[in-house]
Antibody, heavy 120, light 106 residues
Framework: QITLKESGPTLVKPTQTLTLTCTFS??????????VGWIRQPPGKALEWLAL???????RYSPSLKSRVTITKDTSKNQVVLTMTNMDPVDTATYYCAKRRTRFGEYHVWGQGTLVTVSS | SYVLTQPPSVSVAPGKTASITCGGNNIGSKSVHWYQQKPGQAPVLVMYFDSDRPSGIPERFSGSSSRNTATLTISRVEAGDEADYYC?????????FGGGTKLTVL
């Protein structure tokens, strides 16, 4: 059974850096084709893709957030980490991580999401 | 940059057919994936690579894509199908989601 779970702070202050961890089980990020992505959703709004990391350490970022976002992995811990700098209240959202099984494919399993609020 | 356009809302009576569209320039040349999201829950994959249905998704769900429009069709709509639906594509080394469509079952 494949599971993913997001963890990190629920509240961050403006200008701070957010670090979220996606801890997964049931698959290996060493397996060819596999990727883990981050997607967020502001309250009442649509999904927004942030970043994606593949088994071969290939990384892709949203063009609009590329300067603020970094994605890394710790294969031994089955974790993928997202950092986002210079947080602003508009970054308040539920942040999801999700597994991708092929390079250009779908996100077939999602974590439950974690709500991050940006406020002073 | 590439844009995916979905109607904000679609309404359908129980037992009827709902069609949710996702418009994009030459979207027929891309692979389209669809997600269902109910209030307070994470998205769930309901269709991938245009018309492949994941295990556990009812046969009432089907997908198609041509030229500039991809469509998720839900036949014999049930109350439990009421949710937000999002399309997703890969374009120019980035993932992109549509703005979402709220399906209301009357």
């Amino acid at each position: 059974q494949i599971t993913l779970k997001e963890s990190g702070p629920t509240l961050v202050k403006p200008t701070q850096t957010l670090t979220l961890t996606c801890t997964f089980s049931g698959f290996s990020l060493s397996t060819g084709g596999v990727g883990v992505g981050w997607i967020r959703q502001p309250p009442g709004k649509a999904l927004e893709w942030l970043a994606l990391l593949y088994w071969d350490d290939d990384k892709r970022y949203s063009p609009s957030l590329k300067s603020r976002v970094t994605i890394t992995k710790d294969t031994s811990k089955n974790q993928v980490v997202l950092t986002m700098t210079n947080m602003d209240p508009v970054d308040t959202a539920t942040y999801y991580c999700a597994k991708r099984r092929t390079r250009f494919g779908e996100y077939h399993v999602w974590g439950q999401g974690t709500l991050v609020t940006v406020s002073s | 940059s590439y844009v995916l356009t979905q109607p904000p809302s679609v309404s359908v009576a129980p037992g009827k057919t709902a069609s949710i569209t996702c418009g994009g320039n030459n979207i027929g040349s891309k692979s389209v994936h669809w997600y269902q999201q109910k209030p307070g829950q994470a998205p769930v994959l309901v269709m991938y690579f245009d018309s492949d249905r994941p295990s556990g998704i009812p046969e009432r769900f089907s997908g198609s894509s041509s030229r500039n429009t991809a469509t998720l069709t839900i036949s014999r709509v049930e109350a439990g199908d009421e949710a937000d639906y999002y399309c997703q594509v890969w374009d120019s080394s980035s993932d992109l989601f549509g703005g979402g469509t709220k399906l209301t079952v009357l």
